[in-house]
């Protein structure tokens, strides 16, 4: 199993930029998920994706980042729009086949990581 997360970069409060995360050796129909930690903080839960198209998103995310999947290339995406100085943070891309969505947010029941990319937000 492989997660292979890119796309972040510096992007100034307001802008937008969209993640990548490279699936190998799980079945499309996998659970995904992308996890955020700035520094000196918790890791914290942004959004997850199930099927095809059923998604949650935190409170502090919601209407901003949009979480969806390329079955073709088995890759997800996750678009991040009107960003803010607060979405600083390395941004993981997650994985889990059984998990269920009562226990989304909760970091240790995600079974799978990829390496993280960095997001910056500044002017």
């Known amino acids: 199993v492989q997660l292979q997360a890119f796309g972040g970069g510096l992007v100034q409060p307001g802008g937008f930029l969209r993640l990548s995360c490279a699936v190998s050796?799980?079945?499309?129909?996998?659970?995904m998920g992308w996890f955020r930690q700035a520094p000196g903080k918790e890791r914290e839960f942004v959004a997850a994706?199930?099927?095809?198209?059923?998604?949650k998103y935190s409170d502090s995310v919601k209407g901003r980042f949009t979480f969806y999947r390329d079955n073709a290339k088995n890759t997800v995406f996750l678009q991040m729009n009107s960003l803010r100085p607060e979405d600083t943070a390395v941004y993981y891309c997650t994985a889990d086949s059984r998990i269920i969505v009562g226990s989304y947010s909760h970091s240790s029941q995600w079974d799978y990581w990829g390496q993280g990319t960095l997001v910056t937000v500044s002017s």
């Open positions: 994706l199930r099927w095809v198209s059923v998604t």
């Open positions: 050796g799980l079945p499309r129909s996998t659970t």
